[in-house]
């Protein structure tokens, strides 16, 4: 089961990664070229994959005015969770990242380690990091029709530059990957209660059955994969910034709108957006109920895998019980039937 988005390795936990330990990670590398030290000040920043701190420099970081950050001594810090991303497949992401802001699309990118333009260094313990800058802004909630559509055209123009790159180390968003190989991996590690299991795994092989065909002759491509509402940022003068290309994919182009406008008002509204510049794959539309139903599948198969992380029981403390198999059946069921 390789090349899955949960990883397909055994992951580890950050218990070792302290404040000391994140700022002299980053106090080892020259940042933008220029070596640096922090103030001391190291704020964990919510995040269940990844550990993310806000840290704050003696000196001000001078930025490119293309990543929005002209002077600023707060920056923010990602640790990437082992086992999960290598090298490769981390600067496709940031790769991706570099492509989209090249062409004047928002999105907050990592800065340059070294004048040669490093993203990604590792820490002594062996962890991959990479640092950004602070931008700030909220996360938009009802958002009205000019923002929708405005949106529709910032992700046009990003699914535009994703297709004139490959990202052969990235996961496909597919039946394969997001259905049959989370399956697998819930039935051969017993996850699912024993009552509970057949059930489950009825509905999800019937999904991914519909979907397989659903799938077929879809083009695939470079996109943000997870772009919901909590991964934009709207700074109230300089406009929507997308953040967090974490869980980019090859994969349909309607995931990124479905995602930030599952109701189907809002959807129309950015579609209208999007078709200002560019038009979806025939088809693409039959694809989002699928796309709604294998990321239920793999969101649970996800929390399965973490479980073992003392976070994840305390943030989902319901997950072993039946009635959280039962629920998410049911919600299977009804998806498959809108499918």
């Known amino acids: 089961m390789a090349n899955l988005s949960w990883g ?18 980053i106090e080892q590398h020259p940042v933008l070229g220029e070596k640096r030290f922090c103030t001391g000040y190291c704020q964990p920043l919510a995040s269940f994959e990844n550990r993310v701190y806000e840290i704050e420099f003696e000196e001000p970081l001078i930025a490119s005015e293309a990543n929005k950050t002209v002077s600023a001594k707060r920056a923010v810090t990602k640790f990437y969770r082992p ?50 800058p602070k931008v700030g802004g909220r996360q938009p909630e009802d958002l009205t029709t000019p923002q929708l559509q405005q949106l529709g055209r910032l992700i046009a123009r990003m699914h535009i530059v994703g297709k004139q790159k490959t990202a052969k180390h990235r996961v496909s968003l597919t039946p394969s990957t997001y259905g049959t190989s989370s399956l697998d991996f819930l039935l051969q590690d017993q996850i699912i209660p024993a009552n509970s299991e057949q059930r489950f795994e009825s509905v999800v092989r019937a999904i991914i059955s519909i979907s397989e065909e659903l799938f077929r002759g879809q083009p695939l491509q ?47 509204d950015l579609m209208d957006g999007y078709h200002m510049m560019m038009d979806l794959p025939q088809g693409s539309l039959k694809l ?40 998410l059946t049911y919600d299977l069921e009804r998806q498959l039937e809108r499918i």
């Not at 990118?109 to 640092?131: A, H, I, M, R, W």
């Not at 109920?289 to 994840?312: C, G, N, Q, V």
């Open 8 to 25: 397909d390795g055994p992951t580890q936990y950050f218990f070792n990664l302290t404040p000391d330990k994140v700022m002299s990670a």
């Open 83 to 132: 086992g999960r991303w290598n090298e490769a497949q981390i600067l496709e992401e940031h790769e991706f990242m570099s492509d989209i802001l090249a062409a004047e699309v928002p999105v907050v990118v990592p800065y340059s380690f070294e004048n040669e333009g490093t993203t990604l260094k590792q820490s002594d313990e062996g962890l991959f990091f990479c640092l950004y």
């Open 222 to 268: 470079r996109i943000h994969g997870d772009c919901h509402a909590g991964n934009i940022l709207w700074n109230e003068k300089l406009g929507p910034f997308f953040i967090d290309f974490d869980d980019m994919v090859v994969g349909p182009p309607v995931q990124d709108l479905w995602l930030l406008a599952p109701d189907p008002d809002h959807l129309r």
């Open 288 to 327: 989002v109920e699928s796309l709604r139903a294998l990321r239920m599948i793999h969101y649970a198969t996800w929390i399965a895998k973490r479980y073992e992380d003392p976070a994840f029981q305390l943030a989902f403390p319901q997950f072993e019980s039946p009635k959280y198999w039962d629920e």
